[in-house]
Nanobody, 124 residues
């Protein structure tokens, strides 16, 4: 079993930055692909970014590439999402997910474990 806990969300002005962290239990987490998803009120859950188990490859939603960066620190069993140049439309609950395979995926259903989410609110 892997437990994921997101942190780092909050209220930020448009143009600002936030760094979300996903702390995972288990020494094998570094071998698992991980991803970030978000969901805003009244909208469908949206893929944000994913990273391979070894961190050697990443995937991004096309509209977010260049502003958001996913990374991981295997020694700390942590995955992060650096969000820059934030816009009001980035407001959502952000979820961390992991899967017990190395390949990064964009489909929520491909993941085995999920965090509880952290709220990100961007004001104009």
């Amino acid at each position: 079993q892997v437990q994921l806990v997101e942190s780092g969300g909050g209220l930020v002005q448009a143009g600002g930055s936030l760094r979300l962290s996903c702390a995972a239990s288990g020494r094998t987490f570094s071998n698992y692909a991980a991803g970030w998803f978000r969901q805003a009120p009244g909208r469908e859950r949206q893929f944000v970014a994913a990273i391979a188990g070894g961190g050697e490859s990443t995937l991004y939603a096309g509209s977010l590439k260049g502003r958001f960066t996913i990374g991981r620190d295997s020694a700390k069993n942590t995955v992060y999402l650096q969000m820059n140049s934030l816009k009001p439309e980035d407001t959502a609950v952000y979820y961390c997910a992991a899967r017990n395979s190395p390949g990064a995926r964009t489909n929520w259903d491909d993941y085995n474990y999920w965090g509880q989410g952290t709220q990100v609110t961007v004001s104009s």
